[in-house]
Nanobody
Framework: QVQLVESGGGLVQAGGSLRLSCAAS????????MGWYRQAPGKQRELVAT???????NYADSVKGRFTISRDNAKNTVYLQMNSLKPEDTAVYYC?????????WGQGTQVTVYS
């Protein structure tokens, strides 16, 4: 089992920045990659960014150039630095850990961007 605890969400004005953190614990060795997904009201959950054990990253087109995913292996923590935030970035952001036999999700953290 893997446990994920997110932090860092909040309310920010358009153009501002936030950094999300996701701390993993438990069977860390079973994790292939980690990432962030988001779900806005009335919409499906969508991928934001992922990062592999080897730090290969992948981003949704909508966030490329604005968001940066990174990891600190010593702390078993993944970060999402979000810059130039837009109102359409408003959503609940979920941390994900993709394992060899199961996927794990955090509880979600709300990000609200106002204009």
């Amino acid at each position: 089992q893997v446990q994920l605890v997110e932090s860092g969400g909040g309310l920010v004005q358009a153009g501002g920045s936030l950094r999300l953190s996701c701390a993993a614990s438990g069977s860390i060795f079973t994790i292939k990659s980690m990432g962030w997904y988001r779900q806005a009201p009335g919409k499906q959950r969508e991928l934001v960014a992922t990062i592999t054990r080897g730090s290969i990253t992948n981003y949704a087109d909508s966030v490329k150039g604005r968001f940066t995913i990174s990891r600190d292996n010593a702390k078993n923590t993944v970060y999402l630095q979000m810059n130039s935030l837009k109102p359409e970035d408003t959503a609940v952001y979920y941390c994900n850990a993709a394992g060899w036999t199961a996927d794990y999700w955090g509880q979600g953290t709300q990000v609200t961007v106002y204009s």
